[in-house]
């Protein structure tokens, strides 16, 4: 049942959630989750039909504009996101002030929010071809970005983007390419690239896209907004948890340990968690997770890493907390983190980069959400509070 509190407030009803776990703070028509069925649509389509039969930039579209591109419409739309790939010479100065060893995600939070002092020209909320502008930029941008945090951290020379390259294959060569050698990317590994950022594009009103949703009903630039959910998703409980999971397989480090933390996961006295188990919406196998699962099973074997020892562990961890009574009966099934560091890691992209990968590829969304709220009614989002605190009394004295 669903109160509409917005008709008794006034009237002395004052509802107190905390975690916000049965209050909707917005009406969406982007993405549906059933929890309890495992399912996910965008505007309507499956999340494994889009794995299987769109792309990433396709996906994006769909997100922003409701529909699927026709052919032209999708034409367009790539090549204006090609357009885009560049950041201002002037930002790439802007990185020597970082140290190297930042954590990524400390510099994506900073190079991401200082879009909005280059990009001035975009920054009119209340005009839907500057919000479009600003949604191709942060889009076309943030692969490039990604990539250069991950060259700076490594002491190498940013690579510019390659407009004949795809999405995720350009992301792939920004990367792992240098100036003084550049090696033809693996399409099967452009193609689980891809589908990690299309499987990590929306995900409804999860804590980063309320944040940006929030940051933006104040009327904050998109550029803001979306450094501020980078911020929001950084934390192992939200997009963090992709890093937790390999830092945990190494903190595993055998097979014959994985028992252990089972046990250490499931004492209440402890506050250890099984890192990409859980989920506050899926209580059922996350529907990403499926798909997820089968793309790390096609790069494994594309790398010949079948036998490769974390991995290893990793798959008997799966199969005995799936198994295990006190998993099955809280509905805790991995989650699209638990196989999508594994990818990540076979494909040679280091740990502290995994929840810059996330973050990437959950832009559209965040986008899709501020665009949304900006183009419909809104309100400031203000959550009230129940206050705990001192009644009033005097200064002493
Ligand atoms: N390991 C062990 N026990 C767990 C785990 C876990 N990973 N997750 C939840 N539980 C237990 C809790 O201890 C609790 O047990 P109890 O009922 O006996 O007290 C029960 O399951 C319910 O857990 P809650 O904390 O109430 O669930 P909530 O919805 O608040 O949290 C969350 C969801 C944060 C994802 C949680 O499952 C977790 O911490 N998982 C590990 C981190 C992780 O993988 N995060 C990624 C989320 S997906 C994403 O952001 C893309």
């Known amino acids: 049942d669903v109160v509409d509190v917005r008709s008794l407030t006034g009237k002395g009803l004052f509802t107190y959630d905390p975690g916000f776990v049965s209050t909707a703070a917005?009406?969406?028509?982007?993405?549906?989750?059933?929890?309890?069925?495992?399912?996910?649509?965008?505007?309507?389509y499956p999340i494994d039909q889009l794995a299987e039969k769109s792309d990433y930039l396709e996906?994006?579209?769909?997100?922003?504009?409701?529909?699927?591109?026709?052919?032209?419409?999708?034409?367009?739309?790539?090549?204006?996101?090609?357009n885009h790939t560049m950041v201002h010479e002037q930002l790439s100065h802007f990185f020597n002030g970082f140290r190297r060893d930042a954590h990524p995600m400390a510099v994506m939070c900073g190079v991401v929010g200082a879009l909005s002092a280059f990009y001035h020209d975009s920054l009119d909320i209340h005009d839907e071809?500057?919000?479009?502008?600003?949604?191709?930029?942060?889009?076309?941008k943030m692969p490039t970005l990604a990539a250069m945090v991950y060259k700076y951290s490594i002491g190498q020379p940013f690579m510019y983007p390659q407009n004949d390259l795809g999405y995720a294959e350009n992301f792939l060569h920004m990367?792992?390419?240098?100036?003084?050698?550049?090696?033809?990317?693996?399409?099967?590994?452009?193609?689980?690239?891809?589908?990690?950022?299309l499987l990590h594009a929306d995900h409804e009103q999860n804590a980063s896209t309320s944040t940006v949703r929030l940051a933006g009903s104040t009327g904050a630039n998109p550029f803001a907004c979306i450094a501020s959910g980078i911020a929001a998703l950084w934390g192992p409980a939200h997009?963090?948890?992709?890093?937790?999971?390999?830092?945990?397989?190494?903190?595993?480090?055998d097979e014959s340990n994985i028992d252990k933390f089972i046990a250490k996961a499931k004492d209440k006295e402890d506050p250890f968690r099984?890192?990409?188990?859980?989920?506050?919406?899926?209580?059922?196998?996350?529907?990403?997770?499926k798909v997820m699962k089968q793309t790390c099973d096609e790069v494994l074997a594309e790398l010949g890493m079948e036998d490769d020892p974390l991995l290893k562990i990793a798959m008997k961890l799966e199969k005995i907390a799936?198994?295990?009574?006190?998993?099955?009966?809280?509905?805790?099934?991995?989650?699209?983190?638990?196989?999508?560091?594994?990818?990540?890691?076979?494909?040679?992209?280091?740990?502290?980069?995994?929840?810059?990968?996330?973050?990437?590829?959950?832009?559209?969304?965040?986008?899709?959400?501020?665009?949304?709220?900006?183009?419909?009614?809104?309100?400031?989002?203000?959550?009230?509070?129940?206050?705990?605190g001192y009644a009033k009394r005097d200064y002493p004295g």
């Not at 799936?322 to 009966?329: H, L, N, P």
């Not at 699209?336 to 990540?344: C, E, K, P, Q």
């Open 59 to 82: 996906t994006c579209y769909l997100l922003l504009h409701g529909e699927l591109p026709d052919a032209a419409q999708k034409e367009t739309f790539v090549s204006t996101i090609k």
């Open 26 to 44: 917005t009406e969406s028509a982007i993405t549906y989750i059933d929890g309890a069925a495992g399912v996910l649509l965008h505007r309507g």
């Open 274 to 289: 099984l890192m990409g188990f859980g989920h506050r919406v899926y209580k059922n196998f996350d529907p990403r997770a």
């Open 129 to 140: 071809h500057s919000r479009m502008v600003s949604a191709h930029r942060l889009i076309a």
């Open 322 to 388: 799936t198994e295990d009574e006190y998993f099955v009966k809280r509905g805790l099934y991995p989650n699209v983190d638990f196989y999508s560091g594994i990818i990540l890691k076979a494909i040679g992209i280091p740990t502290e980069m995994f929840t810059v990968i996330f973050a990437t590829g959950r832009t559209p969304g965040w986008i899709a959400h501020w665009n949304e709220m900006i183009s419909g009614n809104y309100r400031i989002g203000r959550p009230r509070q129940l206050y705990t």
């Open 175 to 197: 990367m792992f390419n240098t100036p003084c050698e550049e090696k033809k990317i693996s399409p099967v590994l452009a193609k689980a690239m891809d589908r990690i950022f």
């Open 239 to 253: 997009g963090g948890a992709n890093e937790a999971v390999l830092n945990m397989l190494n903190e595993i480090g």
